[in-house]
């Protein structure tokens, strides 16, 4: 993980949770519908000129999100 930026590791871990905490509790459909949301919503923040808005930190989001629910779905 050494090669790994800290930031994208972040958002792996950010969507992973998203993903994982909604699909506790409703369906994995709006889990990773939900961390999408938020990956969007978090670069479209960083666009407005309070942060460093990047297209690679939304996909990783979601990946984290994509990840995790087979996981949550086989257990």
């Known amino acids: 993980m050494k090669n790994i930026p800290i930031d994208k590791q972040a958002h792996f871990l950010a969507g992973a949770a998203i993903a994982s905490t909604v699909t506790l509790y409703s369906t994995p459909l709006l889990?990773?519908?939900?961390?999408?949301?938020?990956?969007?919503?978090?670069?479209?923040?960083d666009a407005t000129g309070r942060g460093t808005p990047d297209v690679?930190?939304?996909?990783?989001?979601?990946?984290?999100g994509a990840v995790v629910l087979?996981?949550?779905l086989l257990s």
């Open 70 to 72: 087979p996981y949550i």
């Open 56 to 64: 690679w930190d939304a996909v990783v989001t979601i990946l984290g």
């Open 31 to 45: 889990g990773l519908l939900l961390c999408c949301v938020a990956a969007a919503g978090k670069e479209l923040y």
